[in-house]
């Protein structure tokens, strides 16, 4: 008879979260993600942050860009606040428990839950036959990624809400089927302003580093000009903005910009439309892109000092992933154990 499942509060806090190397990273993968990382090391929770490779490759990456991406990656973390001493930071294929959970939890997911997945849909587009079955399998590696380390916390923007909730299944599914409480029921914490940051070219579609449009999105690589260059040509409409946040309803392009200016302002977006009520986006863009500047700017110059040192950033993920893995493999080992695997070397 199974004991039922603990609540994540039964476990030791811990964060878990990672981004892809699979391009630079943007300004929504900063606010919407790691601004909330350091938010969370700088609060003194154990931090796990991880840059998830093989994730990566579930659609083609050339070999040299991948690790030219990974290295910039690790050097935006950095750059941004995250320290290694304090939070573990590392490349997912450092850490073979990832790999080996990821194919137990392959075994745990139903056809049924995976195939429910909006963004395999959306980047599988009418291309579902040829797409990589890593693509489709995709959402059982974050959960391994995720409870290799029984995080009990991942903070991550909204549209990895539905992976989330995925992994919930599959920690539940396990502590069931195999009649333990051995996995937490992680929660997502999807928190603040900017954790839906969308396209600069159409305000109903994601920010994302793999839009072929890079005026659609602000890179971390970008220079002042560029950012205050791509804000200007923004797409908005022609009315002033309102006083209040119902005005934006039917005004995708112009809320977004509002809500990045809020969550670059450490505003509510209801406090910007306030502030600016009445301002025409010729007033509106400028300030923003003056802001983006002065968050953006010295991240980026941080960022491409560390990366004058690649072998230092090498060193760093190393020793993050040494880390990693004296927490994930005792899991992993016990949940060989726990599936009736023989470990006898
Ligand atoms: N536009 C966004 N707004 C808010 N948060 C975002 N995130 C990504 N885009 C936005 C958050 O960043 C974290 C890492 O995401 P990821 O790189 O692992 O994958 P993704 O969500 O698929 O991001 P991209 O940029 O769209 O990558 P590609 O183009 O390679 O698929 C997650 O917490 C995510 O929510």
Same mark, same amino acid.
């Given at each position: 008879?199974?004991? &039922?499942? $603990?609540?994540?509060?039964?476990?030791?806090?811990?964060?878990?979260?990672?981004?892809?190397?699979?391009?630079?990273?943007?300004?929504?993968?900063? +606010?919407?993600?790691?601004? %909330?990382?350091?938010?969370?090391?700088?609060?003194?929770?154990?931090?796990?942050?991880?840059?998830?490779?093989? @994730?990566?490759?579930?659609?083609?990456?050339?070999?040299?860009?991948?690790?030219?991406?990974?290295?910039?990656?690790?050097?935006?973390?950095?750059?941004?606040?995250?320290?290694?001493? %304090?939070?573990?930071?590392?490349?997912?294929?450092?850490? @073979?428990? @990832?790999?080996?959970?990821?194919?137990?939890?392959?075994?745990?997911?139903?056809?049924?839950?995976?195939?429910?997945?909006?963004?395999?849909?959306?980047?599988?587009?009418?291309?579902? /036959?040829?797409?990589?079955?890593?693509?489709?399998? !995709? &959402?059982?590696?974050?959960?391994?990624?995720?409870?290799?380390? *029984?995080?009990? @916390?991942?903070?991550?923007? #909204?549209?990895?809400? $539905?992976?989330?909730?995925?992994?919930?299944?599959?920690?539940?599914?396990?502590?069931?089927?195999?009649?333990?409480?051995?996995?937490?029921?992680? #929660?997502?914490?999807?928190?603040?302003?900017?954790?839906?940051?969308?396209?600069?070219?159409?305000?109903?579609?994601?920010?994302?580093?793999?839009? &072929?449009?890079?005026?659609?999105?602000?890179? +971390?690589?970008?220079?002042?000009?560029?950012?205050? *260059?791509?804000?200007?040509?923004?797409?908005?409409?022609?009315?002033?903005?309102?006083? /209040?946040?119902?005005?934006?309803?039917?005004?995708? #392009?112009?809320?977004? +910009?509002?809500?990045?200016?809020?969550?670059?302002?450490?505003?509510?977006?209801?406090?910007?439309?306030?502030?600016?009520?009445?301002? $025409?986006?010729?007033?509106?863009?400028?300030?923003?892109?003056?802001?983006?500047?002065?968050?953006?700017?010295?991240?980026?110059? #941080?960022?491409?000092?560390?990366?004058?040192?690649?072998?230092?950033?090498?060193?760093?993920?190393?020793?993050?992933?040494? %880390?990693?893995?004296?927490?994930? %493999?005792?899991?992993?080992?016990?949940? !060989?154990?726990?599936?009736?695997?023989?470990?006898?070397?």
């Amino acid at each position: 008879m199974a004991e &039922p499942v $603990q609540t994540p509060h039964a476990f030791p806090t811990r964060i878990f979260s990672g981004i892809q190397p699979s391009g630079g990273l943007t300004l929504g993968n900063y +606010l919407g993600a790691l601004k %909330r990382f350091v938010e969370k090391q700088d609060e003194g929770i154990e931090t796990v942050y991880c840059l998830v490779d093989m @994730h990566a490759i579930t659609v083609w990456q050339d070999p040299v860009r991948l690790r030219q991406q990974t290295r910039e990656a690790a050097a935006g973390f950095i750059a941004a606040g995250i320290d290694p001493a %304090r939070s573990i930071l590392f490349n997912q294929s450092q850490v @073979h428990a @990832h790999a080996e959970l990821a194919w137990i939890f392959n075994c745990v997911a139903r056809m049924g839950w995976m195939s429910r997945m909006t963004q395999f849909k959306d980047k599988a587009g009418k291309n579902s /036959e040829n797409v990589s079955l890593g693509l489709f399998a !995709y &959402p059982a590696l974050m959960a391994a990624d995720i409870l290799a380390y *029984k995080a009990t @916390h991942v903070p991550v923007g #909204e549209d990895q809400k $539905q992976h989330l909730e995925l992994c919930r299944d599959i920690a539940a599914k396990f502590n069931n089927d195999f009649g333990v409480n051995f996995f937490p029921i992680t #929660e997502p914490v999807i928190e603040g302003a900017g954790t839906r940051v969308m396209s600069l070219r159409d305000g109903t579609k994601k920010m994302s580093k793999s839009d &072929p449009s890079d005026q659609s999105r602000i890179n +971390l690589t970008d220079d002042a000009d560029m950012i205050a *260059k791509k804000i200007k040509k923004a797409k908005t409409d022609a009315e002033p903005l309102p006083s /209040e946040l119902d005005g934006l309803a039917d005004r995708p #392009e112009a809320r977004n +910009l509002v809500n990045i200016y809020a969550a670059l302002a450490g505003m509510t977006p209801a406090e910007v439309v306030r502030e600016h009520a009445g301002s $025409q986006f010729g007033s509106f863009k400028p300030a923003l892109a003056d802001l983006a500047v002065s968050v953006m700017s010295p991240i980026t110059t #941080e960022m491409n000092r560390l990366m004058q040192d690649v072998t230092e950033i090498d060193r760093i993920l190393g020793a993050g992933a040494e %880390r990693a893995d004296a927490i994930a %493999r005792p899991i992993v080992n016990d949940v !060989y154990d726990i599936v009736g695997m023989i470990r006898s070397r």
